[in-house]
C-alpha cells in the first residue's frame, strides 16, 4: 500500500525508533526508570529527558522553554486556558481555519471570541483585524487540510500592537520550515516522524501559565503526570533528525510536489500554490463521489479531509472558509507526502487515482 497521508501521521524515523529503544528497558534492563525518581535509574532516564528537550528546543527561538505534553492538542489547551489574559476573561482571536484544537477550545471558554478571515488562497492578511480587548491571538503556521502557510512574522507584529499574546499551532510546520515567533508555539511528535503520544509547548520567557493538569507538579509545575523517556527520546532524535535534513527534506518534497502538479493535470488546488508547504497537495475534482473514490483506490492511503473530521459527515470548514460551498468541499481530497515517499509511488498512486475518478464520469 502506498501511504500519502502525512498530514495525519509520518513514518517513524528508524532514528527514533533506536532512540527510544533504549529506554524501554535496555540492553541491560536499566531503562525503565521513572524520571522523576531520585535514585540512579531515575537519574538516568531524567538525563534523557533532559537531552530530548534540548533537541526539541532547537526547532523553536531562542529564549524560551519546552514544556512535555501528551499531544499538540494538550499544548494547544495548556496554552489557551492557562495564559494570564485568557484567565482574566480578554478576548480570543482565531483564525478561520484553526484545528478543532484551537477552534473549539476557543469556542468553549466564555471569553469573548473573535474570527479572523483568511481570503480565497487561505491567508490570513498581513494586518489581520484584531478587536480592542483581545488578551490572546492564534494562527495556525502550516494549515493542517490545505498546507497554507501564514505571514506570521506580519500577525505576530499586529498581535504586540494590539497587546495580545500571539499562539503559534506549527505541528504541520516543525522539522519542515523554520518555525515562526510567537509568544507560545504547540507542536506535535508524530507529525515529524516521532512517535505518538507526546507533545510540546514552547513559551516564551516572561510568559506566565497556569496548570491545567494538576498532580504531581512535573515538568516545572505546568504539567503534572510521569513522562515516558522513551517517547520524549524519540521526539528528540527526530526533532534533532528533522533540523539537521530540513533542506534536504524540503528539496525532496518540491521534487515530488512538482511531479504531482503534472500528474493531476485538470484538477483543481484548493488554497495557495505558492504560499504552502509542498508536501500538502489539497485537490478536487468536479461530480467525483470521493466516497466510492477511496473505496475504489485501496492501494492508496490518503484523506477526504482532516484526519480529526473523518467520519463526520460534514464538510470541512476549513474549506468552506476559502469559499468553497458543501459541493466543491465534498469533492475534495487530500494527499500528503514527504521524507519516505519515493517518485514512482507518487506516480503509481496518481495513476490509480486519476483513473478511478476518470471512471466515474
Known amino acids: ?120 488562497q487561505g491567508l490570513v492578511a498581513a494586518d489581520p483585524p484584531i478587536p480592542d480587548g483581545t488578551g490572546l491571538v492564534a494562527v495556525m503556521q502550516v494549515n493542517n487540510e490545505i498546507g497554507t502557510i501564514q505571514p506570521m512574522a506580519d500577525i505576530a507584529r499586529a498581535s504586540r500592537a494590539a497587546g495580545a499574546l500571539l499562539l503559534c499551532d506549527a505541528v504541520q510546520a516543525a522539522g519542515k520550515v523554520p518555525v515562526a515567533d510567537a509568544d507560545m508555539i504547540a507542536v506535535s511528535a508524530h507529525k515529524l516522524h516521532g512517535p505518538k503520544g507526546i507533545g510540546a509547548l514552547w513559551v516564551r520567557d516572561g510568559v506566565d501559565l497556569t496548570p491545567i493538569v494538576t498532580g504531581g507538579g512535573q515538568e516545572g509545575g505546568l504539567r503534572s503526570g510521569t513522562l515516558s523517556p522513551a517517547l520524549c527520546a524519540g ?22 510536489w512538482d511531479r504531482a502538479a503534472a500528474l493531476f493535470e485538470g484538477w483543481t488546488l484548493n488554497g495557495s500554490s505558492g504560499r504552502r508547504w509542498h508536501g500538502n497537495l489539497n485537490l478536487r475534482r468536479d461530480g467525483i463521489d470521493v466516497a466510492r473514490l477511496m473505496s475504489d ?11 480529526c473530521a473523518s467520519g463526520s459527515g460534514k464538510p ?20 500528503g507526502f514527504g521524507r519516505y515517499t519515493g517518485i514512482e509511488d507518487l506516480e503509481e498512486a496518481a495513476a490509480a487515482i486519476v483513473a478511478a475518478a476518470r471512471e466515474q464520469g
Open 235 to 256: 521526539f528528540g532524535a527526530a526533532a534533532r533528525l528533522a533540523v539537521g535534513r530540513m533542506d534536504e527534506d524540503a528539496a525532496h518534497v518540491a521534487a515530488l
Open 297 to 307: 483506490v485501496r492501494t492508496v492511503a490518503f484523506s477526504a479531509g482532516s484526519a
Open 316 to 335: 470541512s470548514r476549513v474549506l468552506q472558509a476559502i469559499g468553497l460551498n458543501d459541493k466543491q468541499a465534498k469533492t475534495s481530497i487530500r494527499l
Open 1 to 120: 500500500m502506498i501511504y500519502l497521508d502525512y498530514q495525519a501521521t509520518t513514518p517513524l524515523a528508524p532514528e527514533a525508533r533506536e532512540a527510544m529503544l533504549r529506554w524501554l528497558d535496555g540492553p541491560d534492563g536499566t531503562g525503565f526508570g521513572n524520571p522523576h525518581s531520585p535514585h540512579r535509574y531515575g537519574r538516568q532516564a531524567a538525563a534523557a529527558v533532559e537531552v530530548a528537550r534540548e533537541q526539541v528546543a532547537a526547532l523553536f527561538p531562542a529564549g524560551g522553554r519546552v514544556v512535555f505534553t501528551a499531544s499538540a492538542t494538550e499544548a494547544l489547551n495548556l496554552a489557551i486556558r492557562g495564559c494570564e489574559p485568557v484567565r482574566a476573561g480578554r478576548g480570543i482571536a482565531v483564525s478561520a481555519i484553526e484545528h478543532a484544537a484551537v477552534w473549539d477550545t476557543a469556542e468553549c471558554l466564555p471569553n469573548p471570541h473573535h474570527v479572523i478571515p483568511v481570503d480565497a
